[in-house]
C-alpha cells in the first residue's frame, strides 16, 4: 500500500511555526514521506535552528525525508561562490537574520562593517552547511505528485516539461508566473515559493474564503502562506489532500 506524503511549505527561519506544524502532524510510519519545499533560511530569526531540525528529522521521526532546494539556499550558494550583493544587501531578503543566527549576534543591533562584509561573502556558513544546500535536489516526484520548489516553465509550443527535462533547471527554483497556475494541466504539482496570497482565488478549490490558505488549482497545489513575512507555515498530506497550519 502506497505511503502518506506530507508537503512542508517555505519556513525561512521562523523555528516556532516549524515545530509547531511538525507537532500536528499525525504519527508517520516508514512508508510515509516527508517532503520539505525549500527556503529554510532567511527573514525569521532561526535559520540556523531549522536547518539543524529538518537536517535530523529522517532520524527523529522514522521516515523517509526529502529536502528539495529553494530559491534562497540557491541564491546564497550563488553568494559564496561568485558573490550577489543584489541579494544579500535588500533587507526583504532578511538575509543579515540568517547571518547572526549563525553568529549569534544581537538580532536587533544595527548592521557593523564587519558584518556587512561577511554578508557579501557568505563565509560564516559552516562548511558542513553549504555542502548541504549543494546537495539538496531541485524536485522530487512520487506516485502522488511531482514535487518543486517553485514551478514548471513551458517550451517552445507551450507544453510543460517534466523537471527530468528541464532546459533551465534554475527556473525550477525562481520561475513565478500566473501562466503555469493558470494553465498547467499535467500531473499534480505541489509548489512553494509563490505566496498564496499572490495566485488567482477564483482557480483555488480550496476554502475560497480565506485566500491565505493553500491554493489548490486544477493541476497545482501551492503551500507557500507567507511564513517569514508574517504569515504562517502549512503542509498538505497526499493523496487525501489534508491541510495542517502552525497557525
Known sequence: ??????????????????????????DVGRSDTVVFMGDYVDRGRSSREVVE??????????????????????????VIDEGWPGFVMPPGNGCLATMRSYTGADPDAPRTREELIALLTGRFFPEE???????????????????????????????????????????LLWTRTEAFFRNYRGKRVVVGHTHTLDL???????????????????????????????????AVELPSMTVYESR
Open 53 to 78: 531540525v529538518v537536517r535530523g528529522l529522517d532520524r527523529d521521526v522514522g521516515c523517509n525525508v526529502v529536502c528539495l532546494r529553494g530559491n534562497h539556499e540557491d541564491a546564497w550558494l550563488k
Open 129 to 171: 552547511t553549504v555542502a548541504w544546500f549543494r546537495s539538496l535536489p531541485l524536485w522530487y516526484e512520487d506516485e502522488h505528485a511531482i514535487y518543486v520548489h517553485a514551478g514548471l516553465t513551458p517550451d517552445e509550443d507551450g507544453e510543460y516539461r517534466h523537471p527530468r527535462y528541464a532546459l533551465q533547471p534554475a527556473a
Open 200 to 234: 488567482p482565488q477564483e482557480l483555488s478549490s480550496y476554502n475560497v474564503d480565506d485566500p491565505t490558505d493553500m491554493w489548490a488549482g486544477p493541476a497545482v497545489v501551492a503551500i507557500d502562506t507567507g511564513c517569514g513575512r508574517e504569515g504562517f507555515l502549512t
Open 1 to 26: 500500500m502506497p505511503g502518506r506524503t506530507f508537503a512542508i511549505g517555505d519556513i525561512h527561519g521562523e523555528l516556532d511555526h516549524l515545530r509547531t506544524l511538525i507537532s500536528r502532524l499525525p
